[in-house]
């Protein structure tokens, strides 16, 4: 069955730099666009970024030049390399397998999920 699972979150200070990894497994990966979602204590679940299997990439304004996302097809594996880190960024964040080819930004988009990983930006 369709697994994933994050890891690499932590605590760091503003400013700071940290990577995170979501390995896949259960599925024919490079069919399928992944993303990263972040939701905070009390906000809803918000879109970070995402890659398509083709390697067509999208961000959320919020994380724009600051975060990148990558993938490796043969690894199956996705990133999301994170600097320039802000308290704001302080969240849980997820990886998710898109449902379909339509939309994007939902998380109804997306018919899988990880457990998630905490992310903790210090003042």
């Known amino acids: 069955q369709v697994q994933l699972v994050e890891s690499g979150g932590g605590l760091v200070q503003a400013g700071g730099s940290l990577r995170l990894s979501c390995a896949a497994s259960?599925?024919?990966?490079?069919?399928?666009?992944m993303s990263w979602f972040r939701q905070a204590p009390g906000k809803e679940r918000e879109f970070v970024a995402a890659?398509?299997?083709?390697?067509?990439?999208f961000y959320a304004d919020s994380v724009k030049g600051r975060f990148t996302i990558s993938r490796d097809n043969v690894k199956m594996m996705v990133y999301l390399q994170m600097s320039s880190l802000k308290p704001e960024d302080t969240a849980v964040y997820y990886c998710?397998?898109?449902?379909?080819?339509?939309?994007?930004?939902?998380?109804?988009?997306?018919?899988?999920w990880g457990q998630g990983t905490q992310v903790t930006v210090s003042p």
């Open positions: 259960g599925y024919p990966f490079s069919a399928y666009t």
């Open positions: 998710a397998r898109k449902r379909s080819e339509l939309g994007l930004t939902a998380p109804n988009d997306y018919d899988s």
């Open positions: 890659v398509r299997g083709s390697g067509r990439i």
